[in-house]
């Protein structure tokens, strides 16, 4: 189990102890949409620490064949919801307000329903909704927390008002609620859309289960599969159904490679969570709390959920049985919340220090990993903790910024990446440079609060948050209006020394491809500094004659000078227009293709070099 400890020990890793030694300052998803009015149900805290608790799951689903097309088809599932042997409970909402239902009203919404119904849509003029409990859950419970969840969705608060007939079934081990509703809107007309990318979704429904759940005293989790380190996909409900009727395994749509490092990626950021969770239950441990309390518990099962999702297993592996679930009114949640505020009281005492630091890069590094640790924390804590700090500043407003630098410092610091040693030698010949072009603003800078390694130190590092950007500015109005001047100077000669800087080709056609794929839109390709220098680097090495080649449209001057073919295009396109240049004009004027044409280019072709490795990975399957 997780000891309790400080934010210094937990959160910020070694940034304090260093500070400590330099500065005498030094004391001691889940989302749920704005149409839901009551208090926030813990978000991530709480979905990963029921996933800790293994609280059971909120089952919210559509059925896939349940969209009726015409009168008839809804008589029939009308009449299979309402069907004696299996209903306890019927109510609909025609008006905004839900009433008991039986089956004598059923002809007349038939009819009032189809009434308003045009055109065909593909699912149906309905939608035929499954809400599940937990096996053990008490009828009349599900039926008053199924009934607010559907007035809450559909009654008004999110796109439309929708009518809807429901009816609570107990006829099966898990008690459960079946909703049909009515895609017209009836205010506005607006026909009812359920997916990943509307208002009404399947994670906003099973999140506002989960909370409405809470507040009648059932504990409900909404998190999502990989969370709960369940990496593929899951299987259709259609087939689910026909599996277990067949008495087989359901089919599963297997992972292409890509999905899979990129899910593979996201499990490994929730085994990151789950330790900072455990940290956190820790912090929320009084000393007299026995060791099988809840807070206890959490970061006992948060330990091991992180260690189960690095070794590629699922959360649930390796829990103890019987573990019992906590009342909503135990407030668990709060009480982690109540360890939120105390990370934040430190964390603030914690970047005052800093701050209290002599100007320097050291001083600089550390804001960058309180920044690093802030927005990490902030996955499971929320976007608003350290807000400041985990925010990076936009490209447009950022002073400190030089297109190619950030690209050198990201790949200076990626393991594994062939480039790593030639990203830090420029970026370490970029520093030097730019020191001794500052040289001569050393009174400027000094006088201003600042010094020549801090400035340098802040154009290498990859980003800067909010709150280190506004620390770095005098609050005095005149002290500030000068400071912005010197910024602006600053990075002026930033980028006239980046303009200098010799790369090796590789490394600069890296960070020109990079470059093209995160333009802007209505970026032109002569606007990437990057991409100018690999076409000077380039210009350098052809040969007499080569320049006519590519003014008259034949690209093969480049055919071994750039490897990257999408890459290889967008050169081709701005020496061409530099070649149709007239002599002794200024080349910066040239037409300039879009970027946005060239970053198009050079996905297709990485798609095309992905779809050619799996082919190579497959051939043995195939004899060939």
């Known amino acids: 189990m997780a000891e309790a400890r400080t934010l210094q020990q937990a959160v910020l890793g070694e940034i304090l102890p260093h500070v400590g030694r330099r500065s005498a300052a030094m004391a001691g998803e889940a989302r749920v949409s704005p149409g839901r009015r009551r208090g926030t149900s813990g978000g991530a805290v709480a979905a990963m620490s029921w996933n800790a608790l293994r609280v059971p799951q909120s089952v919210v689903k559509r059925v896939g064949t349940g969209g009726c097309h015409s009168p008839k088809e809804l008589r029939r599932q009308m009449k299979y919801i309402l069907r004696d042997e299996a209903r306890v409970a019927a109510w609909s909402n025609q008006i905004g307000i839900d009433r008991a239902f039986g089956e004598r009203g059923m002809e007349n919404v038939i009819a009032d329903w189809s009434a308003s119904w045009c055109g065909a849509p593909k699912r149906g003029h309905t939608d035929h909704i499954i809400l599940s409990f937990p096996k053990g859950t008490e009828a009349e419970l599900a039926e008053a927390i199924s009934r607010e969840w559907a007035q809450e969705v559909f009654g008004g608060d999110y796109r439309d008002r929708y009518r809807y007939v429901a009816a609570l079934h107990c006829n099966t081990d898990h008690v459960h609620a079946h909703v049909l509703v009515d895609k017209v809107g009836m205010e506005d007309g607006k026909f009812l859309s359920i997916s990943r990318h509307s208002e009404i979704s399947y994670d906003m429904m099973r999140e506002l289960h989960a909370q409405i759940a809470g507040e009648h005293g059932l504990v409900l989790n909404a998190s999502s599969r990989l969370s709960r380190g369940i990496m593929e996909n899951a299987p259709r409900d259609t087939d689910l ?119 320097g890069a050291e001083k600089v590094e550390l804001e960058q990993l309180f920044a690093g640790q802030a927005r990490e924390m902030g996955r499971l804590l929320g976007r608003d903790f350290l807000a400041d700090h985990s925010s990076s500043v936009s490209p447009e407003r950022d002073p400190y910024r030089v297109q190619g630098i950030a690209g050198l410092a990201a790949r200076a610091a990626e393991e594994g990446n062939p480039l790593v040693a030639e990203a830090d030698a420029a970026l370490g010949h970029f520093r030097a440079e730019l020191a001794r072009v500052l040289a001569p603003m050393e009174a400027r800078l000094e006088e201003a609060g600042s010094s020549i390694e801090e400035a340098a130190a802040r154009f290498t590092a990859p980003h800067r948050s909010e709150a280190q950007l506004e620390a770095s500015r005098p609050v005095d109005a005149q002290e500030r209006s000068d400071w912005l001047g010197l910024e602006r100077d600053l990075q002026a000669r930033a980028r006239d020394v980046f303009a200098g800087l010799h790369m090796d080709r590789d490394l600069l056609a890296d960070l020109a491809r990079q470059d093209i794929l995160d333009a802007g839109q209505g970026s032109r390709l002569a606007d990437i500094a990057t991409l100018d220098k690999l076409i000077s680097d380039v210009r350098q090495d052809l040969r007499d004659g080569d320049m006519d080649q590519l003014a008259a449209g034949r690209i093969d001057p480049l055919m071994d000078r750039i490897e990257d073919p999408g890459l290889r295009q967008a050169v081709f396109s701005e020496l061409k227009a530099i070649a149709a240049v007239d002599a002794g004009d200024d080349i910066a004027g040239r037409d300039s293709e879009p970027a946005a044409i060239y970053r198009t280019r050079i996905e297709a072709f990485e798609r095309a070099e992905e779809r050619g490795r799996d082919r190579d990975d497959t051939s043995g399957d195939y004899g060939l």
């Open 241 to 359: 159904q026909a599996a277990r009727k067949e008495g087989r395994e359901p089919v599963v749509a297997p992972l292409d490679p890509e999905s899979r490092a990129l899910r593979e990626a996201e499990i490994r950021r929730h085994a990151e969570g789950y330790r900072q969770l455990a940290q956190l239950a820790g912090m929320g441990l009084e000393a007299d709390t026995p060791p099988d309390g809840w807070m206890g518990r959490i970061a006992e099962g948060a330990e091991l959920a992180a260690t189960n999702l690095m070794k590629g297993m699922p959360v649930k592996e390796g829990f103890a049985e019987g573990v019992d679930i906590p009342a909503a009114g135990a407030d668990v949640i709060g009480r982690l919340i109540a360890a939120r505020e105390t990370l934040q009281a430190e964390a603030d005492t914690a970047w005052s220090a800093i701050q209290d630091m002599a100007p």
